[in-house]
């Protein structure tokens, strides 16, 4: 089955800095990537996702990028802000629908960003 | 995004009892997964709940120590029974929305057994 691993397990940043979050999946059938925030006390917020076909996607401060070849994939957040300090969890599934759709998370992020 | 609705937010139990999680959605929905994320830990899932049929348990996971049920498509219901400290736990309820693929959560019920 699929396994996704998340490197680096805690980041720490000055606020203004940009952050990189990397994970890696095996299963090269996946085709989707959405990364997760989570906040202390609340579930998992979406904040990006990418599909296999895109190798690039970005959204205001935040940008996700692929590489199907090398099975990676990276979450960039320019311009951190002390609100972005939370974990963060990247995960891979292999598209919606059959016994395919299921969502494999990587193992997190604790992001502290230092005002 | 899908609106999703859980209780009790927190709860403190003693072991050998039995909690039942409950999650509401704003819309119908075709399924309705349950995740468990352990302290420190990334998220598992349990099992994926369908109207009108069995919940589909991952492995590892028992229908007998988490009974699901999935009444209609906006409500779904966890049971952790027969409770163990090794429980604790945040659980987490998630769905889709409007046939996509993006995937969203409540706000998680965190467990604690004595």
């Known amino acids: 089955g699929e396994n996704v ?15 990189v979050i ?16 989570q906040e202390l006390g609340k579930g998992p917020q979406l904040i ?9 996607k970005k959204d205001q401060r935040i940008a996700v990028t692929l590489n199907k070849t ?5 979450l960039h957040i320019t311009e951190t802000q002390p609100e ?12 919606y629908g059959g016994a395919t759709n299921k969502l494999i998370f990587g193992t997190g992020t604790l992001l502290a960003v230092q005002p | 995004s899908a609106v999703i609705s859980q209780k009790p937010s927190r709860d403190i139990c003693q072991r050998g009892t039995s909690l039942t999680i ?23 899932l349990i099992a994926t709940a369908n109207q009108g049929s069995e919940a589909t348990y991952e492995s590892g996971f028992v229908i007998d ?10 409500f779904s219901t966890l049971t952790v029974s027969n409770m163990s400290p090794e429980d604790s736990s945040i659980y987490l309820c998630s769905t889709r929305q409007g046939g996509g693929e993006k995937l969203f959560f409540g706000s998680g019920t965190q467990l604690s057994v004595l």
């Open chain 1, 84 to 95: 972005d300090s939370a974990v963060y969890f990247c995960a891979a599934s292999g598209g």
């Open chain 1, 48 to 56: 990006i996702d990418i599909r296999s076909n895109v190798g690039e």
């Open chain 2, 22 to 44: 409950q999650c509401q959605v704003d819309s119908q929905v075709t399924m309705m997964f349950w995740y468990r994320q352990q302290p420190g830990q990334s998220l598992t």
């Open chain 2, 65 to 74: 120590k988490f009974p699901i049920s999935r009444p209609n498509l906006t």
């Open chain 1, 22 to 37: 990397k994970c890696t999946y095996s299963d090269s059938a996946s085709n989707y990537f959405p990364w997760y925030k």
């Open chain 1, 70 to 74: 090398a099975k990676h994939f990276s």
């Open chain 1, 5 to 19: 691993e998340q490197h680096p397990s805690t980041l720490s940043v000055q606020e203004g800095d940009s952050a």
